[in-house]
């Protein structure tokens, strides 16, 4: 992995003083961070990233006139620097995973758990491919964001998937179902939301309740009527509805 040949430009954005602090001194330690702001809001912080343009910001949860989650969507996903959630609460963590979230940190933390989170900020920053936008926030057709990963909770436990992982989900009412493996989550998204996050060269809608992981068809069946059983390499057999046979062929690149 090729090293970085500038100092990381870090912004710390906090409304209490004493937080701020934490954070600046644990900066200041690293030999690889070169300058440090600062912002006591939201709204300054949107001013800084603008300004500054900074590789990395550790972004408070909950402040005044403008909240963390604000910061991002008045500037767009795809101007954020790499993100580093910094709160209280542990509420948040799905939200910011969402949002591409490099990290999460509730406080208080220890300093090898920040030490945790720069070790995963440096590798995201590293793997960056010039001229591209980063993971999860590539722009598709009507504005957004690609997701790279999805956060769930199971029982007390929040558990973060690779959108790779994912077999085929399917519509549950208002919600959609994961299958992943043997395993099935219950994400709270509706279908046709989901359908605009995911990497249209992966995944393909092959019936109004189902989208399916194109990595996983192993086979198509014919059942009549210009249909299809779509087979997964898991064994799994979903419906190719006729409606949505074009999309699967013009992803495939050939007639079925």
């Keep these: 992995m090729a090293a970085r040949e500038q100092a990381l430009r870090v912004l710390v954005v906090d409304d209490e003083a004493l937080a701020r602090s934490r954070l600046t001194n644990l900066l200041k330690r690293d030999p690889q961070v070169g300058e440090i702001f600062e912002a006591q809001n939201g709204l300054a912080a949107i001013d800084l990233i603008e300004a500054e343009h900074p590789d990395v910001v550790f972004l408070d949860v909950q402040m005044p006139q ?133 990497d249209p060269l992966r995944f393909v809608r092959i019936h109004r309740s189902a989208i399916v992981n194109i990595e996983r068809i192993k086979e198509l069946e014919p059942i009549g009527q210009g249909e299809f059983e779509v087979v997964l390499a898991n064994g799994n057999r979903l419906h190719l509805s006729k409606t949505y046979r074009m999309e699967l062929e013009k992803r495939l690149g050939q007639s079925l």
């Design 66 to 198: 403008l909240d963390g989650f604000g910061v991002i969507e008045a500037l767009g996903a795809e101007n954020m620097p790499q993100t580093i959630f910094v709160t209280a609460y542990d509420r948040y963590a799905v939200r910011a995973f969402e949002a591409d979230a490099a990290d999460y940190l509730v406080k208080p933390f220890a300093d090898e758990r920040f030490e945790q989170s720069m070790t995963r900020v440096k590798s995201r920053l590293a793997t960056a491919q010039p001229m591209q936008l980063g993971p999860n926030i590539r722009d598709v057709a009507g504005g957004g964001a690609l997701w790279t990963r999805l956060v769930v909770r199971v029982g007390g436990v929040v558990r973060l998937i690779s959108i790779e992982e994912i077999d085929w989900i399917e519509a549950a009412n208002v919600y959609v179902n994961l299958h992943v493996g043997p395993q099935e989550f219950l994400y709270r998204i509706a279908l046709s939301h989901l359908a605009t996050k995911l």
